[in-house]
């Protein structure tokens, strides 16, 4: 007798511990949890904590509470001014209100998909009404705080916030990228021939300048020395014109021996002239008197 009912109190302890181990459940810090009776929701849970349920009819099912991060492919989009642009972005949420999420998105893994042709859709939009300039360089911060304010809006009937929005990149199309390459290289080369035209007219224009300047300041120069040369001879006419008013004898001698110098310099001088030549005068003759 006693040991039956010792097996049946262990069958009875057993069995509250399996329905309590089946009632139990817990729900952490960065956790909140929704109680499901049949797939039908029952209780929000948003206390961390050990909580009970129903044993087999109902089932938990956890949504985070922490920031989440919405990854997509980096989607083409066109701008203002229909320029092609390949943009990477992605997007911060919170789930805030976790009924609503699971009954508009159902399983948390289907989130992103859930979640991603309306961030998209809101990129579109946004990025759209833009030119390729200011999504680039002007006014990206402004946009990325459009967008997300986009995003939250339509985000709303899927119980999430949407904390943040950024754009990781934003290029051109690869074969947009190699076009406007080529066409800066090219405006490039055009650039340095002018620049190398102009430098060679200014090169020519200065060689023409300094040419002519050369040829005034040598004109000048022979000018100039045309001018010594002219004094000089007259000065020298002069003094050969005292010379021979003074000794006109002396003067005859010395123009001989001037005559004698340049005319028998060398060692192979020729000259035919006769023996009587007023030329040889003063060979032996010193007076010059024939």
């Given at each position: 007798m006693n040991r039956s009912v010792a097996i049946?109190?262990?069958v009875v302890a057993l069995l509250v511990a399996i329905v309590a181990y089946?009632?139990?459940?817990?729900?952490?810090?960065?956790?909140?949890?929704?109680?499901?009776?049949?797939?039908?929701?029952?209780?929000?849970?948003?206390?961390?904590?050990?909580?009970?349920?129903?044993?087999?009819?109902q089932n938990?099912?956890?949504?985070?509470?922490?920031i989440l991060s919405l990854?997509?492919?980096?989607?083409?989009?066109?701008?203002?001014?229909?320029?092609?642009?390949?943009?990477?972005a992605f997007a911060r949420y919170r789930i805030v209100d976790s009924l609503r999420f699971?009954?508009?998105v159902g399983d948390p893994r289907n989130s992103t998909n859930r979640l991603q042709p309306n961030f998209v859709s809101s990129?579109?939009?946004?990025?759209?009404d833009h030119t390729l300039e200011e999504l680039v360089r002007d006014n990206r911060a402004g946009l990325m705080k459009r967008i997300q304010t986009a995003f939250n809006g339509a985000a709303q009937q899927f119980g999430i916030e949407v904390v943040d929005v950024r754009i990781r990149?934003?290029?051109?199309?690869?074969?947009?990228?190699?076009?406007?390459?080529?066409?800066?290289?090219?405006e490039r080369e055009r650039e340095a021939a002018e620049i190398r035209a102009q430098g060679n007219e200014e090169g020519q224009r200065i060689r023409s300048r300094a040419d002519r300047e050369v040829t005034v300041i040598v004109a000048e120069a022979e000018r100039d020395a045309q001018i010594v040369r002219g004094e000089g001879d007259a000065t020298r006419n002069s003094i050969y014109a005292e010379a021979y008013s003074a000794d006109p004898e002396f003067f005859a001698?010395?123009?001989?021996?001037?005559?004698?110098?340049?005319?028998?310099?060398?060692?192979?001088?020729?000259m035919i002239v006769t023996p009587d030549s007023e030329f040889f005068r003063y060979f032996g003759n010193e007076s010059g008197r024939r």
């Open positions: 049946g109190a262990g089946l009632s139990a459940f817990t729900v952490g810090m960065t956790q909140q949890a929704i109680v499901l009776q049949f797939g039908d929701p029952r209780a929000v849970v948003t206390e961390p904590g050990l909580h009970w349920k129903l044993p087999i009819v938990v099912v956890y949504i985070d509470k922490r990854n997509v492919p980096p989607e083409e989009i066109i701008a203002k001014d229909r320029k092609r642009l390949v943009v990477d699971y009954q508009s990129l579109r939009n946004v990025l759209g990149r934003a290029d051109l199309p690869e074969q947009n990228s190699q076009a406007i390459f080529q066409r800066m290289q090219t001698f010395y123009r001989s021996m001037e005559a004698y110098r340049e005319g028998l310099a060398g060692d192979n001088t020729t």
